[in-house]
């Protein structure tokens, strides 16, 4: 699999945004998700009458894809095109990015095709063996960024390394926190805590060198992390960070979450470590959080973040390798 730094389709060097609101191209997976593909038709319909510059290209079977042309009025409708795909519609969305026919992808689909295809057609970043799902959540403080939540299942103590990086580079260009905060998730704060990666983890992580001013702020909790006042950035592997998000989000679901409604994150993770932007929807998502996937994905890349993320990233590590 080829390893490239920057975005597929990004802005040129030197130019690090594009003009808002501009035209966004989203490839849609169509067969991803528990209720697809009638979730993701309600999705692609909220999101293009939202956005006026939204371009959607939905990937599926062909009936899938008439019924959002069909729902469309005339004019809406010269802003959708269709990629007739029975099968692989991931592979086939991503490809449409390598290609340089679209500029991000959403899918609420299996998460190891999504991982995978993304690596495979996309490339990942020098360095970057296990790309991480990167989470937002809403926390009494404001919002914390989780990573992993469900890409990297078994990682070791070089990829959890990685995705203090990737998280830290994220929060600092995406949400602009200045020097962020990087804690590792883990069943204590007192040393020696937690299982044998846990423990020897802390002692690489003190002594990263971090992008973004960003510093090791220690061992966090699970309840550090409802609470949002330990760290701007929690690290873990991707079979914690899912099972930690499912369960909190079915405890917001029930008591209520803790922020106002219209300060809540979209409920979908960006995959990082590709050079491309990549949306993951929960397989459980509803209309809405489609739009919000595929309102999230073009915003990224009309701030052209991932390629600012990426370009970061090099340059720290070429700094900490001098």
């Not at 371009?55 to 008439?66: I, N, R």
């Not at 966090?220 to 609470?227: I, K």
């Not at 701007?232 to 099972?243: E, H, I, Q, R």
């Not at 679901?253 to 993951?280: F, H, M």
Request: glycine share 12%; net charge neutral.
């Amino acid at each position: 699999m080829p390893e490239r730094w920057r975005t597929t389709g990004a802005t040129a060097p030197g130019q690090r945004t594009v003009g808002e609101p501009g035209i966004a191209r989203i490839a849609v997976d169509l067969l991803g998700g528990d209720q697809a593909p009638a979730v993701v038709v309600d999705g692609a319909l909220r999101a293009c009458r939202a956005d006026p510059f939204l371009h959607l290209t939905l990937v599926g079977p062909a009936e899938a894809a008439d019924a959002v042309v069909a729902a469309l009025k005339p004019a809406e409708r010269r802003r959708v095109t269709t990629e007739i795909t029975p099968t692989a519609t991931v592979p086939g969305a991503m490809r449409l990015v390598a290609e340089g026919r679209a500029d991000a992808v959403v899918s609420a689909g299996d998460t190891r095709v999504a991982v995978v295809s993304a690596a495979r057609e996309l490339g990942r970043w020098p360095g970057v063996r296990r790309p991480a799902l990167t989470a937002v959540l809403p926390t009494a403080a404001g919002r914390v960024i989780l990573l992993d939540v469900g890409s990297a299942v078994d990682s070791d103590a070089e990829t959890l390394a990685w995705h203090a990086r990737l998280g830290a580079a994220y929060a600092s260009v995406v949400h602009r926190i200045p020097a962020p905060r990087v804690g590792l998730l883990t069943i204590g704060t007192e040393p020696g805590k937690g299982d044998r990666l846990r423990r020897t983890l802390p002692a690489l992580l003190y002594d990263l060198p971090l992008p973004g001013g960003a510093r090791y702020a220690g061992l966090v909790e699970g309840g550090d992390v409802v609470l949002g006042r330990a760290a701007d950035v929690v690290v873990t592997d991707g079979f914690t960070g899912n099972v930690l998000l499912k369960g909190l989000e079915t405890a917001y679901a029930l008591t209520g979450p803790p922020a106002p409604e219209k300060d809540l994150p979209p409920r979908a993770a960006l995959l990082l470590g590709v050079s491309g932007t990549v949306v993951v929807c929960h397989g459980a998502a509803a209309g809405p959080d489609l739009a919000a996937g595929i309102a999230l994905a073009a915003d990224l890349h009309r701030r052209a973040s991932v390629a600012v993320i990426a370009d970061l990233l090099r340059a720290q590590r070429g700094i900490a390798n001098d």
